[in-house]
């Protein structure tokens, strides 16, 4: 391995969204940063099956309205 062109490789500490932690190595900040997670597998939708859906503005409601149709055959 050729010296001084890889990224200084160290120990920091994880914080999951339930305030579970745990240490690894990563080129992410300084020695003994922590990084604290927004999401992660334990709080993901796609990890965790549950799904949620948000309607800011009525977003959901204006696409339903606009495609809801689309893919239904009519009878003729």
């Given at each position: 391995m050729k010296s001084g062109?890889?990224?200084?490789?160290h120990e920091i500490?994880?914080?999951m969204t339930?305030?579970?932690?745990?240490t690894t190595?990563?080129?992410y900040g300084k020695p003994g940063d922590t990084l604290r997670l927004d999401i992660d597998p334990k709080s993901h939708p796609?990890?965790?099956g549950v799904?949620?859906?948000?309607d800011t503005?009525?977003?959901?409601?204006?696409f339903n309205k606009?495609?809801?149709?689309?893919?239904?055959?009519?009878?003729?």
């Open positions: 062109i890889h990224p200084d490789y500490n994880i914080v339930d305030g579970t932690e745990y190595r990563s080129c796609a990890w965790t799904q949620r859906m948000m503005g009525g977003q959901v409601a204006k606009k495609f809801g149709a689309l893919g239904q055959r009519k009878k003729g």
